[in-house]
């Protein structure tokens, strides 16, 4: 089989990744912040000519106290993220696009903040990604393909500006539909982690591995 390298603006195709990992793959996804970032981690796998969500973990990093400075929490954060890296090898990296401007209630602070975060996340993805082979590496992005929070919103909840605890429930109604771990009473610690799982869905909706949730479905799963 030939190989062809992923430039700097190009990313693997979910077929071209399923077709290499026998119709597997993995998505992380993040909702970023520098207090208190969630992620997702998702396995999906064909199954009957469908994709099925067949592994999903979700873990968030809370600042340990109100004096850590900037710097300690990029250190855990990163930390963490290089867990994930080494553990779950994705194939797939996506985030929630960091609103820009005052408009939307952003400090300038606040700005510097996730600005900080993003950066580092990005330093770590790129040096994560070099240590594979070539011919690995087509199978896995090295940049963060990002959704804006109104777009996630719209996709898992039919509208853009539902709250969080709308945004959790059209989360649950997906995973009961789609997916196939055992979820438990209460999957989630924190709104963060059930929003890092709304952007992988989200992206999932978007590059059409699953579909919306059709009306008649929408009553069975709430």
């Known amino acids: 089989m030939s190989t062809t390298v992923i430039g700097l603006e190009e990313k693997p195709s979910v077929n071209e990744v399923a077709a290499v990992q026998k119709d597997r793959f993995t998505v992380l996804a993040g909702d970023l912040s520098m207090n208190y970032p969630g992620f997702c981690v998702m396995d999906l796998k064909k199954v009957n000519g469908s994709w099925r969500i067949t592994g999903l973990k979700v873990s968030s990093i809370k600042r340990s106290h109100k004096d850590e400075t900037h710097g300690e929490a990029l250190v855990t954060i990163g930390k963490h993220l290089q867990e994930l890296f080494g553990h779950e090898m994705p194939n797939f990296l996506v985030r929630e696009k960091a609103l820009v401007g005052q408009r939307n209630g952003f400090t300038p602070q606040n700005q510097m903040a996730i600005f900080k975060v993003v950066g580092v996340i990005d330093i770590l993805t790129t040096i994560w990604w070099r240590k594979f082979t070539e011919s690995d590496r087509q199978y896995r992005s090295r940049q963060w393909s990002e959704i804006a929070a109104t777009t996630v919103k719209k996709l898992i909840t039919g509208q853009g500006k539902a709250d969080k605890n709308e945004v959790a429930e059209g989360v649950m109604k997906y995973l009961k ?20 799982t709304a952007v992988a869905l989200a992206w999932l909706l978007s590059k059409g591995v699953i579909t919306p949730i059709k009306e008649e479905e929408n009553l069975k799963c709430g």
Do not use: K, Q, T
Not at 187 to 195: A, C, G, L, R, Y
């Open 177 to 196: 539909l789609y997916c196939d771990v055992d979820l438990g009473d209460e999957p989630f610690d924190n709104d963060n982690e059930s929003d890092a």
